[in-house]
């Protein structure tokens, strides 16, 4: 019985070592070597147009206008209009740290669209604090908003097919709600049919 018992236990480690990633290695997040994907938003995508779309951001110089910096953003809806179900994170955090970074801009985490806010236990802290001192809570109001939309264009030609990812940020004066800037990025892809789905 023990023999039997080993030997299942052995069978089953060496399948489980079969099944592991075979010469797994780290690869730069935005090099030459990472996976190229038709079906998916890749993150090389999300880090190029996170990039693109700042340098245009910072370009146009609008953030000094603010009455005050850093200015206050908030982050509104990014609408996913892709085939694919996404995280948007993938593309706001990085443009959050970019700009954060420059010392222009500042993001407010307890105030969000819907009425959801990223950073519950900061809004709840603050309410508490101002309720100690006898105070009305002081939420500093944001001067803009940051919103989007993602769209995806796909076309096939032979054996070819082609993806277009689409990148669109608006950003709005809460004042006066006038969009003072808008960018779109655009992701093309190119790849052979698949001889298994599609």
């Known amino acids: 019985m023990k023999l039997a018992l080993a030997a299942t236990t052995a069978a089953a480690a060496l399948l ?9 290695k780290y690869v730069d997040s935005q ?23 700042v340098a245009k951001l910072l370009a146009s110089n609008v953030l000094e206008r603010a009455p005050e ?27 959050r740290v970019a700009l954060l970074e420059t010392g222009k801009v500042v993001t407010t985490t307890t105030l969000g669209a ?10 709840e802290v603050g309410s508490m604090q101002a309720f100690m001192a006898g105070e009305k809570q002081k939420t500093v109001l944001p001067y803009y908003t ?18 277009t990812y689409t990148f669109q940020l608006s950003l709005t004066t809460t004042k006066d ?21 599609w």
């Open 146 to 163: 940051l919103s989007g939309k993602l769209l995806d264009d796909s076309v096939k030609s032979g054996n070819t097919r082609q993806v």
């Open 16 to 24: 489980f070592t079969g099944c592991a990633s075979k010469n797994a």
């Open 31 to 53: 090099g030459p070597e990472t996976i190229v994907s038709l079906d998916r938003i890749n993150i090389q995508d999300w880090n190029a147009a996170a990039d693109k779309l």
């Open 114 to 123: 819907d009425g959801k806010v990223e950073d519950a236990m900061a809004a």
């Open 177 to 197: 709600g006038l969009a003072v800037w808008e960018g779109e990025e655009q992701i093309t892809k190119q790849g052979q049919r698949s001889t298994v789905g």
């Open 69 to 95: 910096l850093p200015a206050v953003m908030a982050i509104s809806r990014i609408r996913n209009n892709t085939a694919v179900q996404v995280d948007t994170d993938n593309l706001t955090k990085k443009i």
